[in-house]
Structures are given as C-alpha cells and as structure tokens.
C-alpha cells in the first residue's frame, strides 16, 4: 500500500555538492514548515527546524533555524551536523551520513565506528512543534552521549538576522523545559549548559546564486548533553506551545498514525480515480 520513499545513499549524502541540492519540506495545517537539505545544511534563507506562521501581520518566522551536533564516542568527538561560512565548510558531518529517507519522516543514519545512529525530525502537523529523536540502533550505548546546540534567529523568512545587543539572551529553566524567547524546548538531556554563543557569518549559498545576501548570525542560547542510557531515546523539541509534561512517544505515535490515515485515504482517491 505504501509508496516508495524518497532516499538518498552514503555516495550521494556524502557528496556536498550533490546533498545541497536535495532538500526536504514538512508542512503543517497552519501555514509553518520544516527545511533543509538532506546535509541539514540551509541553503536559502526560509529553511529552518521550526518555521512558525504567527499571528498577522507578522506571517512565517524562522526560530530555529538548525542545531550544532556532535556525537561522543568515549573521548573522541564526531560532529553529526553541517554548516557553511564563506571560506571554510565547519563541521563536517555530512561525512558520517549513510542514509537519507523522507518518510515517514525525513531520517537520517549515521556511521561511526562501530555505531550506527538514527535521527527523525518530526514536524507535526496540527501544532507549530517540531521534535528532533535520536537513537541507537547498533554499538554500544553507553559509551556514547550526544551535545546538542540549538540554533536560533527569530526574523520572518525575507530577511536575515545579524547579532545585535538588543537580544534578550536570558532563559527560563524548569526540568526537561526551556523558555527562551517565547518559544519552548522540551528534552531529556542530563546536564543543560546556560552559555550562549554566537555563530557569525553562516553562509546560505542558494542566496548568492540568486545575487541575494547570504550571509546571517545565528544565536545558541544554551547547549545539552544528553547520554544514551538503557536504551532510550534522546530528543530535543522546538514548539510554541506550552505544555506542563512532554510525551515525545505520545507525540510521535500520533502523528505517524495520521500520516498513515493520510496516505491511505490517498491511494483510495487514486485508486478510485483509475477505476
């Protein structure tokens, strides 16, 4: 009943070239998305994890844009993620991606000696939220722990965002939440850091081809570090709505059966047609 999915192997994720022209796009009902490129690297200036559809006159800002990841294997760092500055490509996680598929969500597969992680990005459907797991499915665990960087800009998906005084860098934490900036992250990380960073000069190359500015600043307003432990789960969630409890399964489980009623109903409608 299913259709084929979109996928990528490791010859052409790991192919810079190739994996910046490949992108992926996740809507939901109220005018937001998610996108990138299946490097996670954001071409274009409207790419973000969590772009929200605000309330008018305002339309569709960017707040997350993307996050710095980098995974620990004992001592030795590997980074999962990607980024772009006009003269050098820093980290360099691409390299490590053995696979990309569009569903049922956009996932990707890492391979690090002997490990082998599996990230989702689900952005759901009936709310502005957008939940990041990851989990391990070969190697061992415990020895491995994930630092996750959220990166923000809060800007609308026609400009661009440079550092600026006027940021309120200041967060709120309560176990497993963080407000910053009206929007909500919700984790399960065992030690959250309260440092913010700056990340100057992030190059969108899609908006230099296009004779556009393409250069932005991106804001971390903390940093986690979260182990693998007893098999669980590692995930991080961007969303506007603020909830008391976070059930990312509950989540999860739910939006994965809607895109299946939507599929189904789907293939009856082309089904029916043909007939």
Known sequence: MSVDPISYDAKVCRDLNQALRHEWLEKNSFGGFASSSIASVNTYRHH???VAQLKPPLGQFVLLSGLEEILYIADEAYPLSTMLFRET?????YRHIKAFSQR??????????????????????????VLIRYRVIAGDEFLVRLQLRPLTVFRD?????????????????????????GVYFYHNAAIVDQSGAWYRGVYYPGEKQSGRDFQEDLYAPFHLICPFLSGNDIFLCASLEDRKMMNPHALIAKEDARRYQSEKSNLSQIKGTAA
């Open 48 to 50: 973000g994890l969590l």
């Open 89 to 93: 490509v820093y980290p360099e996680g």
């Open 104 to 129: 049922p969500f956009p996932t990707w597969v890492f391979e690090i000696e002997d490990v082998v992680l599996v990230k989702n990005v689900i952005s759901l459907y009936d709310e502005q939220t």
């Open 157 to 181: 998906v026609h400009s661009l965002g440079q550092q600026s005084g006027r940021l309120s860098t200041a967060i709120e934490t309560t176990p497993g939440r963080i407000r910053f900036a």
